[in-house]
């Protein structure tokens, strides 16, 4: 088995690790003066350390390793979209009410008709307890 393979082998965690996740981009792969050379991007600071993480439980010396690991933020990957709101409808309550609460304007209840036309035909016409989406 070549010095490349041999290595590869000794960092496959890590190696599968930039392979799986998300924000990292791998530049070069290559074997230099009988190490293993790594060139890579991250997305953030903490996928950075995550693989630095990974590296060193495979050989907290990597003394086999040279690896260049660097921040790209335009591989960051996109955040978890915001769970929606819901809001469960109370006696007297209006669009223009909840709209008040949500969002601090009255005038925003379209908003909320909107993403609830599934079960609203008419903005004024809510029924207590009817569970409403509301929208950021």
């Known amino acids: 088995m070549d ?18 996740q998300k924000g990292v981009k791998v530049q070069n792969l290559h074997v230099k003066d009988d190490k293993l050379v790594l060139k890579a991007l991250a997305g953030t600071e903490q996928i950075k350390n995550s693989v630095w ?4 439980k495979v050989d907290p010396k990597y003394a086999d390793l040279m ?20 809001y469960t409808v109370q006696p007297g309550d209006t669009l223009s009410k909840i709209s008040k609460q949500f969002y601090g304007d ?9 993403a609830n036309k599934d079960q609203l035909k008419d903005p004024n016409m809510i029924k207590v307890g009817q569970v409403l989406k509301i929208p950021s």
């Open 67 to 86: 690896a260049e690991i660097n921040v790209d933020s335009s591989l960051a990957p996109a955040p978890a979209p915001a769970a929606a709101k819901t």
């Open 53 to 56: 993480d990974q590296i060193k």
């Open 3 to 20: 010095r490349f393979e041999e290595l590869k082998m000794k960092y496959s965690s890590v190696l599968k690790m930039l392979e799986s």
């Open 106 to 114: 009255a005038n925003k209840y379209m908003k909320i008709f909107d």
